[in-house]
């Protein structure tokens, strides 16, 4: 009886003591999340998120016209899907969340001595700040204006993220000019505040910690930006003059982008929708082609980086998809060339932002100068692997800077940075070579035989459009669950319209 009695004491203290320990805790996964593994996941997952076959593939690809789909043209009409446009949203925040959880393991008294140890605090937020700057661009470029977020700012509009901190989930949409002028802060005093001397953050896609590459990518961003606005802000000049004299690109070492891995699990995501997923929806666009082969546009010789964008069709030719009005008319079409390997391999590299951006900007911004116009040309040839001795024929045939060459070499060398050529054609419209909307227009190209095919196309978009869309609607979830404020937005915008104008568009 004792006995039973001892035993029952026993299993009852260890009852006891079992509530006090959490058995479902893995002590290999900390509670808190370094924030090394933050920002490497953050770099890859934006890319992941905006240059797959739903975000990228079947919406700025299609309607910049880089490519058109194979088997139906609804898209390639401005019909995007809902639920891409809800996924890029939910991406795109979601990202911004993970960026502001670093700053503030960073700042927080409790967390930033130990996160320390994975870079100085003051380069760790300065990375995640500028990371942010290029997450809200595509938001507000994509929408208009938006929840934001800001770590220096103060301006109250400014409630995006702020779920955790101030109870905040039905957030204002800050106005586009706002944003733009607060990103253009953010990135400066971001890149003011880095040590260059020292280690930027561990686990960096990027440059692999390099501090004075992000410096450059912070200045590199932060022309970008006050270019698209210096149309409608006076001070943007001051502001593209100071970001060059604190350092931007001076070569394609410093692009910023994510390599990806020589694998089907870790593989590009255009790989992965090409090869692993076996997708066949996509082919370069008749208007492209012809741009590259000198047909149409202001140059008039063929591109040599049309042997890397472009891969040969069956029949050994080099031929692009007509961008029609029907699906029965698209299928018809059976001649079409595939995407070049270099574009679908493995190991692609996304960019973020590249050396050639940079240079036809400071083209732009000295007067259309020729020197950085041709400098433009090569940065992105020499990226894509083309042959010196190609590059030097290509750029002595070329006709003299001005508007239409460079910002045409520009809309040529953002091949596969589609929402970047689509903010470019709203800001320029340029190039054009795109079709456009309820336009006949001839493509010819060669068939099997050796012999050419012409045909004529009419380009019909649905929802009544007569140029490229503006901007997306808002989400539909969105104007439920945030009614006022959607409203309040779109009100200001001239409505929730996809041809209500973004506000540095002409």
């Not at 194979?70 to 446009?85: A, K, P």
């Not at 509009?157 to 607060?182: C, G, H, M, R, W």
């Not at 698209?228 to 970001?243: C, D, M, Q, Y």
């Not at 060398?413 to 800001?427: D, I, N």
Request: hydrophobic fraction near 40%; charged fraction near 20%.
């Amino acid at each position: 009886m004792k006995a039973l009695k001892y035993i029952i004491f026993v299993l009852v203290g260890l009852l006891l003591y079992s509530c006090e320990v959490d058995y479902l805790a893995n002590p290999n996964e900390p509670e808190i999340a370094p924030t090394y593994g933050i920002m490497n996941r953050v770099q890859k997952r934006v890319m992941d998120d905006t240059r797959d076959e739903w975000f990228s593939g079947r919406q700025s690809i299609l309607w910049v016209q880089y490519w058109n789909q194979v088997n139906y043209t609804e898209e390639d009409r401005f019909q995007y899907r809902e639920t891409v446009n809800q996924s890029a949203w939910n991406d795109l925040y979601k990202n911004a969340q993970d960026l502001i959880d670093i700053i503030e393991l960073n700042t927080n008294e409790d967390t930033k001595n130990d996160m320390a140890k994975y870079g100085p605090n003051v380069n760790q937020i300065a990375a995640a700040r500028i990371m942010l700057v290029y997450v809200y661009q595509q938001a507000v470029e994509l929408w208009g204006n938006v929840p934001y977020w800001s770590y220096a700012g103060t301006n109250p509009n400014f409630q995006a993220n702020k779920l955790k901190t101030d109870d905040i989930d039905k957030p204002v949409y800050a106005s586009q000019e706002d944003i733009y002028l607060d990103m253009l802060n953010e990135l400066d005093e971001a890149q003011a505040s880095i040590i260059t001397t020292e280690n930027m953050i561990d686990g960096d896609n990027f440059y692999g910690g390099d501090a004075v590459k992000w410096k450059k990518f912070a200045n590199s961003l932060r022309l970008r930006i006050a270019n698209r606005i210096k149309g409608v802000h006076p001070a943007a000049a001051a502001e593209i003059t100071a970001a060059v004299t604190a350092g931007v690109f001076e070569s394609n070492d410093d692009n910023a982008g994510v390599h990806y891995e020589n694998n089907a699990v870790n593989g590009a995501p255009m790989y992965r929708a090409f090869v692993v997923n076996a997708r066949n929806d996509f082919s370069p666009s008749a208007s492209f082609v012809n741009l590259l082969n000198g047909v149409t546009g202001p140059f008039g010789i063929v591109d040599p980086r049309i042997n890397i964008y472009v891969a040969d069709n069956a029949n050994g030719y080099k031929v692009g998809i007509p961008l029609t009005g029907s699906n029965e008319q698209v299928n018809a079409f059976t001649d079409e060339s595939m995407p070049g390997d270099a574009v679908l391999a493995a190991d692609y590299t996304e960019l973020y932002m590249e050396y050639s951006e940079v240079c036809f900007i400071l083209s732009e911004n000295n007067g259309w100068d020729q020197t950085w116009y041709e400098k433009g040309v090569r940065a992105s040839m020499e990226k894509w692997g083309v042959a010196t001795p190609d590059i030097d024929a290509y750029i002595a045939s070329l006709p003299a800077a001005n508007e239409e060459n460079v910002l045409t070499q520009k809309y040529i060398a953002l091949y596969m940075q589609p929402m970047e050529a689509w903010s470019e054609y709203r800001r320029t419209g340029y190039p054009h070579t795109l079709a456009k909307p309820n336009v006949p227009y001839t493509y010819t190209y060669t068939k099997a035989d050796g012999t050419d095919s012409v045909g004529t196309y009419t380009f019909s978009p649905i929802g009544g459009l007569t140029d490229l869309p503006n901007r997306n609607k808002y989400l539909l979830n969105e104007a439920n669950i945030n009614e006022a404020n959607v409203e309040a937005a779109a009100t200001a915008m001239g409505g929730d319209l996809q041809t209500s104008k973004l506000w540095w568009q002409p």
